[in-house]
């Protein structure tokens, strides 16, 4: 069986001392490494440091929301993987909806870094989902395809070990609107198949598909139950304890069985 991923992505938000305490409640929260679910919070760069110290010794991953895709150098304004890394990330998530909408990153570019966080011996978080209009549009399944034969470009099987996808819809992040456990079910299967298609049969089973967008305490459970959704990218309800401990406890109680 997979094991569940239950991210955080903080996104812009959080402040030192906010961050800071959110990491130790939930440091407390998922003290012990557990056989059937892991733990990741994404902060912002500037708190990767402090949280980390918090989670340390706790069972709960650091990431990072985004890296560059070049060696340290003259790129003013942007993160290296070795960076992230040395701040103790061991995730990177990737191709985000809002870094390919707002700041227009491209398959080409999220491709790079996909590369550079695997070299770097980090595991990305490859993210992809379509738009409302595409999905009015029956474009669904292709938005995908392109956005996967993009992400996965020149990587090999041992590579591709190295990513989890996050299948987000555009549509309900942030929006507090999500997708019924079956609109999940059915676009995570398409990307299993996907990886069948492009890797093999065994490999697409080994690979954590997480599902994103508005993602709560009260229907954590039901996207998680879907056979091929394997975590939940938490955007607003990672933001507190309160509301993202309930989603790593519907994944436990899972995990046990049901
Ligand atoms: P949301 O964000 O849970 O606030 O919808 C999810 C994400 O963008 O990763």
Redesign the pocket.
Known sequence: MRRYLI?G?W?MNTTRQSGVALASELAAAAAKEEAGVEVLACPPYPYLLPVGEKLAGSAVRLGAQDAYFEAPGAFTGEIAVEMVKDCGCQYV?LG???RRHVMGETDATINRKVRAVISGGLTAVL?VGELLSERQAGQTEAVLDRQMDGGYSGISESEAASIVI?Y?PVW?????V?ATPEQAESAHEHLRKWLARRYNAAFSEKVRILY?????ADNAESLLGQPNVDG???????LKAATFVPIIEAARKLAAGG
Not at 172 to 176: E, L, S, Y
Not at 212 to 216: I, L, N, P, R
């Open positions: 991210a992505n996104k998530i985000h909806s809002e993210c996050a987000e309900a992040i942030g929006t507090g999500t994103g967008g508005s993602v709560k939940a990218l938490v955007g607003g309800a990672s």
